[in-house]
């Protein structure tokens, strides 16, 4: 059942509800009646919708007599895939919709009471609003007082007045908790009934007739007194153990307007007992608390919190929980013994048990990467491994491991709705998804992955929670009382109406206090409990309430409200675990991510950035010179003060490069990038011109095989925008791993990363990116990239890489800083380059990673006195002022060109060796610094910001 709309009850013969018109023949049916429903064409905008091919869905879904126990329709498909059996019907001559069906058939089942619908496009980008409601049977029971699913709170002796009609002459009889309280032996068209109250009762209503019967049912409640008392030190919000005790637990709910909270269990045979009433802290009234005794140790207990209005919700602190709907589809090979769901309850529920042994951790003092030095590797175990849980990515280290990556980013674990999702549909943030395995396995992989030298970092979404969520089900909008709806106004969590363009499920409030001590409590879990070692923020543009979900232009702009939360946030992290990993998904304005990337960098800190170039390097691949400059590589060039942009060229959430390779590549005569082994060489060029610029990396999982299956498969082979988070094919399944051309991409990479890991000229701050220029290359698609450190004592500290993406051999000048031996870092060759500007040959695709040769057999020693060398000092330059520093220049002049090659100015350099510092009053952009001095040219590039 679609969750995000407010639901209204209404059923007359000819239907008009909010902006739909509809009408049922015949317009009283029993649930074995054929019946036809029928929309006239013009309440459906087919521009808006963009179904000009009158392609519409029902979505749809039944409850039963009661009007509960709701059920999906099993035609529905998914709500981003609707099945085309619930395709309706189009007539063109009448201009409308229509669907013909018998409600048992369609819905496989009996019983049917009402039954819910709303109308959709396929891929779910448009539908009706608000969800329309449809009873079933001849014999209609409308109660009028109480409301149907309703609860009335009324104080023992005192009295509810109860009144009810049909639509034909009916008996009718009242039960309270099972038992006949009042009947009626003539038959008639109403029902009225003065009700003395002494105890709690679920009523039911019955009034039958010679075609069946019809109910209603509500809840009578008396009024709790709560006691008001301190809660325990030992006793915070979720379930806690008692330090020395392994009799006692602790559980504690925040729940403002709400008059009182029982808690429910395995423990009290799930009834509402006042002696499980929770108590009230003094200092907090609107935090809850009980402390259970006499628990039996090693055993498994359930329950939930029932709350005076009749929510029944899990523990949102639940490190576990067991869900009524996804449980019984979780292999006992990927979690053995997990603990049946309890009988004759629904929803979640949450779990705890006393004496717990520890888990033997191997590594307790784990040495985290730099970050600047990162190799994330961004995976979805889902679509990883065919088992699809965590012994199967225990099985996987050792080749993760030698791809010589360094961190693992895993997409949401965190409890998600279904079992096969991306995670992102969070309902859950503190407790780990049953889905991928045990919490002892996933320790175990954590574990091994610090064996390994490998950091965890987990993704997380604390933008949004569904409607699963306890925190949205306590204080939500549930007219129809299947315990889902949209978020009340008094929800202390979330924003009724989203404040931002990129909203989905329930938005929280970042600015709340009680979203932040669940943000906070939640960071402390993975942090402490499963001891990994960072996260990345989902959606951080987010985290404002200044703008709303129609407004892109305000969500994308700088919103100091969203920079001062999340260094709130980066505080409470970094508080937990000083070292541990902060990266956002924010994607905006250079100005605002300048806030968080050079956030406390004195103390060693600042927020990690993604940083997305996705399409020009994709744009290099295919062999495109359009938009295919990808500089902003380079974390200067964003104002960062660190290396704290994760460049990237592929993840979760872009199309694979490989998949555009083979669809899109240029082709030019017999070389074709659409050609699968051409494609892969090119990879191996996008690794070369990737892992040697400094600075943390990632890539998304099989990048290193060239896989290249769209991000919009559907199971069936076929490509939509509507599958984009379906399970893909699996790599090893497919013996990717074991074809020799994917395999030598992955060693490439893999070779590369080794050289960079190698080199700490690779730590450098100083390098310039230097893609698709065409003032040097008309042609464009060459890329140099270069690399320094002159403090650096001894050994490499020199780098020049080249690469030609074009689709022809190409003649590409290197500029090598200077003269001298040049060793080809991926063949060990050595080169003595006696010219900086002569051309080397590079065919399409090919590329070449060379360092300045200090080894044995160099005959040209770096301080010896024919050696010529130019650097530039701070690049991109600050303030216009360039600073040079140069070396064994005899006679030395120093030029300035732009990129035209037009000569701007000149200086003669006094000193053989030294320094030099002059300013340009030129505009930003790119220039050339040439030294010609009896010792040959020495030639390098400058940025002016």
Not at 106 to 128: E, N, V, W, Y
Request: proline fraction near 5%; glycine fraction near 6%.
């Amino acid at each position: 059942m679609k969750k995000f709309y407010f639901f209204i009850l209404l059923l007359i013969n000819f239907f008009v509800f909010g902006q739909i018109n509809y009408t049922i023949t015949p317009g009283q049916f029993n649930e074995t009646d054929q019946i036809t429903l029928t929309v006239p064409g013009d309440q459906i905008d087919e521009s808006a919708w963009n179904v000009s091919n009158h392609v519409i869905y029902i979505w749809s879904w039944s409850l039963d007599t009661n009007y509960m126990n709701s059920q999906n329709c099993p035609t529905n498909g998914s709500w981003d895939n609707s099945d085309d059996q619930n395709k309706l019907n189009y007539n063109a001559t009448t201009d409308t919709y229509s669907l013909t069906f018998t409600p048992t058939t369609f819905f496989g089942r009996t019983g049917i009471g009402r039954f819910g619908f709303l109308l959709k496009d396929k891929a779910g980008t448009h539908q009706t609003s608000p969800d329309i409601f449809v009873n079933v049977g001849v014999l209609n029971l409308t109660l009028t007082n109480p409301l149907p699913n309703s609860l009335t709170s009324v104080p023992s002796g005192g009295s509810v007045s109860i009144s009810a009609t049909t639509n034909v002459a009916a008996n009718f009889q009242l039960k309270a908790n099972g038992v006949v309280v009042n009947s009626t032996s003539t038959p008639s068209v109403s029902y009225s009934y003065n009700y003395m109250v002494s105890a709690d009762a679920d009523m039911e209503l019955i009034a039958t007739d010679n075609s069946g019967t019809k109910n209603a049912k509500f809840i009578i409640q008396i009024p709790r007194n709560v006691i008001s008392q301190a809660i325990p030190s030992w006793i915070r919000q979720g379930i806690n153990y008692h330090p020395t005790d392994n009799t006692k637990v602790g559980l504690a709910l925040y729940a403002p307007h709400k008059n009182f909270v029982h808690v429910i269990g395995s423990f009290n045979s799930w009834t509402v007992n006042d002696n499980y009433l929770m108590k009230r802290d003094t200092t907090n009234p609107d935090l809850y608390w009980i402390e259970l005794d006499g628990i039996t140790p090693q055993q498994l207990y359930t329950f939930q919190y029932r709350t005076n209005d009749l929510k029944k919700v899990a523990d949102p602190f639940s490190p576990q929980i067991l869900s009524s709907y996804d449980d019984q589809w979780i292999p006992s090979s990927t979690y053995p013994n997990l603990p049946p769901f309890p009988a004759g309850q629904n929803f979640e529920v949450s779990m705890f048990k006393t004496g717990q042994p520890n888990y033997n951790w191997q590594v307790t003092n784990f040495q985290r990467p730099d970050k600047e030095d990162l190799i994330v590797y961004e995976l979805l175990l889902r679509d990883f491994t065919q088992e699809k849980n965590w012994q199967s990515l225990i099985n996987k280290i050792t080749y993760l491991k030698n791809l010589k990556i360094n961190a693992i980013e895993l997409l949401p674990i965190m409890e998600f709705e279904g079992n096969l999702s991306w995670g992102y549909n969070t309902s859950f943030h503190y407790a780990l998804d049953k889905a991928y395995g045990t919490p002892e396995k996933f320790k175990e992989f954590i574990d091994l992955c610090h064996q390994n030298g490998i950091a965890v970092i987990l993704d997380v979404a604390f933008n949004h929670a569904t409607g699963r969520s306890p925190l949205v089900r306590l204080w939500n909008i549930d007219p129809d009382g299947d315990g889902y709806g949209d978020v009340a106004a008094n929800n202390p969590y979330f924003n009724q109406v989203p404040k931002h363009s990129y909203n989905v499920f329930n938005d929280f409030n970042h600015t709340s206090s009680a979203t932040r001590y669940y943000v906070e409590r939640t960071l402390q879990q993975w942090l402490t409990e499963y001891k990994i070692d960072g996260f990345r923020w989902d959606l951080t543009k987010g985290f404002t309430q200044n703008c709303s979900e129609n407004d892109e232009t305000c969500t994308n702009a700088y919103q100091q409200d969203r920079v001062d939360i999340l260094k709130y946030y980066a505080d409470k992290q970094w508080a937990i675990d000083p070292n541990s990993y902060m990266i956002f998904e924010h994607l905006g304005t250079d100005a605002e991510e300048q806030q968080w990337a050079n956030y406390r960098v004195a103390e060693g800190k600042g927020v990690l950035l993604w940083n997305k170039q996705t399409e020009p390097y994709n744009q290099n691949t295919m062999g495109y010179k359009e938009n295919s400059n990808f500089d902003r590589m380079n974390h200067q060039l964003h104002g960062f003060t660190k290396m704290n942009a994760v460049g990237y060229g592929e993840s979760h959430d872009e199309e694979r490069l490989m998949f555009k390779n083979l669809e899109y590549g240029a082709i030019n005569g017999a070389y074709s990038v659409k050609n699968l082994d051409t494609a892969l060489e090119r990879m191996k060029a996008f690794g070369a011109t990737f892992f040697t610029i400094p600075g943390p990396k990632m890539i998304w999982q099989f990048g290193e095989l060239g896989y290249e299956f769209s991000i919009n498969r559907c199971a069936d082979g076929t490509i939509n925008n509507g599958c984009r988070t379906d399970e893909k094919p699996i790599a090893f399944t497919l013996g990717y791993d074991n074809n020799p051309n994917r395999k030598a991409v992955y060693d490439t990479w893999a070779q590369i990363i080794t050289i960079r890991n190698t080199y700490p000229v690779f730590k450098s701050k100083t390098y310039t990116v230097e893609s698709n220029n065409l003032s040097n290359d008309p042609d464009g698609l060459i890329t140099r990239i270069f690399v320094y450190d002159n403090l650096l004592n001894n050994g490499m500290k020199n780098v020049v890489v080249l690469a030609n993406y074009n689709t022809t051999t190409k003649n590409v000048i290197p500029y090598f800083p200077y003269t001298g031996q040049w060793q080809n870092l991926m063949d060990q060759t050595i080169s003595n380059i006696t010219s900086t500007t002569a051309p080397i040959v590079l065919q399409p695709g090919e590329f070449r990673i060379f360092g300045n040769y200090t080894g044995n057999l160099s005959t040209v020693d770096e301080n010896a006195p024919n050696r010529l060398s130019l650097q530039v000092m701070e690049n991109p330059v600050h303030n216009k002022v360039v600073k040079l520093k140069y070396y064994k220049a005899k006679n030395g002049v120093i030029a300035l060109y732009d990129m035209t090659g037009k000569k701007l100015e000149s200086f003669a350099l006094k000193n053989e060796s030294g320094t030099y510092e002059f300013k340009m009053d030129y505009a930003a952009g790119t220039y050339l610094v040439h030294l010609n001095s009896e010792s040959g040219i020495a030639i390098q590039k400058i940025i002016i910001k």
